[in-house]
């Protein structure tokens, strides 16, 4: 029986708005480029229904309309949704933990692991996060990178004994010529090259929850509560 605490969750109309009121606050370019694109978009539109009903095709004009109104909305939506995830990665950029929002949204895909670093520094706060799919293992190593790579290499040495011969990735978000932005981390990592189908990528993922996780999510952006937008 529902209560009066109860809390419908939001719709979709009311996440667009509360995304676009978010983007704008980080980037106010966004809203500029939004005012353009729908203007584009319903030009184009507006446009062609006129000619079909100057042509006397009215079915035509009535499906122009339908079909600009959608397109409007699809294409509003896609760019608002690029605009959000680039915003989000800005605000994020250099923030301890910030790497664990990302790899969030990996595990909603084909990947396995957690958006919790497997190893750390408390000090220094460089952080380690492991996730397994078919490029093999991917170590990602945030912070600092001297201490992020010294962390990686002992996480690498772990790895050779419990999954041997399976290929394991180095990629490190710090502040390094050998390191990516945040921002383009999901790209990185989905351009390594596959190596393990899903069953192989299960086994190797039930051995290495064998290694645990003890390393708390630290101040800073927490991966629970972050909401990277969906491609």
């Given at each position: 029986?529902?209560?009066?605490?109860?809390?419908?969750?939001p719709?979709?109309?009311?996440?667009?708005?509360?995304?676009?009121?978010?983007?704008?606050?980080?980037?106010r370019?966004?809203?500029?480029?939004?005012i353009?694109?729908?203007?584009?978009?319903?030009g184009?539109?507006?446009?062609?229904?006129?000619?079909?009903?100057?042509?006397?095709?009215?079915?035509?004009?009535?499906?122009?309309?339908?079909?600009?109104?959608?397109?409007?909305?699809?294409?509003?939506?896609?760019?608002?949704?690029?605009?959000?995830?680039?915003?989000?990665?800005?605000?994020?950029?250099?923030?301890?933990?910030?790497?664990?929002?990302?790899?969030?949204?990996?595990?909603?895909?084909?990947?396995?692991g957690?958006?919790?670093?497997?190893?750390?520094?408390?000090?220094?706060?460089?952080?380690?996060?492991?996730?397994?799919?078919?490029?093999?293992?991917?170590?990602?190593?945030?912070?600092?990178?001297?201490?992020?790579?010294?962390l990686?290499?002992?996480?690498?040495?772990?790895?050779?004994?419990?999954?041997?011969?399976?290929?394991?990735?180095?990629?490190?978000?710090?502040?390094?010529?050998?390191?990516?932005?945040?921002?383009?981390?999901?790209?990185?990592?989905?351009?390594?090259?596959?190596?393990?189908?899903?069953?192989?990528?299960?086994?190797?993922?039930?051995?290495l929850?064998?290694?645990?996780?003890?390393?708390?999510?630290?101040?800073?952006?927490?991966?629970?509560?972050?909401?990277?937008?969906?491609?």
């Amino acid at each position: 029986m529902a209560t009066k605490n109860d809390k419908k969750e939001p719709g979709q109309i009311a996440q667009i708005i509360s995304v676009l009121k978010r983007t704008i606050e980080l980037d106010r370019s966004t809203l500029w480029i939004l005012i353009i694109v729908v203007f584009l978009a319903l030009g184009t539109g507006t446009t062609l229904t006129v000619l079909s009903f100057a042509s006397n095709q009215v079915l035509s004009g009535i499906l122009l309309i339908v079909i600009t109104i959608l397109s409007t909305f699809v294409v509003f939506s896609l760019v608002l949704s690029k605009r959000a995830e680039k915003a989000a990665y800005a605000s994020w950029e250099g923030q301890p933990g910030a790497t664990g929002a990302v790899v969030q949204t990996l595990l909603r895909r084909k990947w396995r692991g957690s958006n919790q670093p497997v190893a750390g520094n408390a000090k220094s706060m460089d952080l380690v996060y492991r996730i397994v799919g078919a490029p093999g293992i991917v170590l990602i190593g945030e912070g600092h990178q001297a201490g992020a790579q010294t962390l990686v290499d002992i996480e690498r040495k772990k790895l050779q004994k419990i999954a041997p011969g399976v290929p394991v990735h180095s990629i490190y978000v710090t502040k390094s010529d050998h390191a990516v932005k945040l921002s383009e981390l999901l790209k990185t990592i989905k351009k390594l090259p596959k190596k393990l189908n899903r069953s192989e990528v299960k086994v190797v993922a039930s051995r290495l929850t064998a290694l645990g996780i003890n390393i708390p999510v630290p101040k800073g952006i927490d991966p629970r509560r972050a909401r990277p937008v969906r491609k």
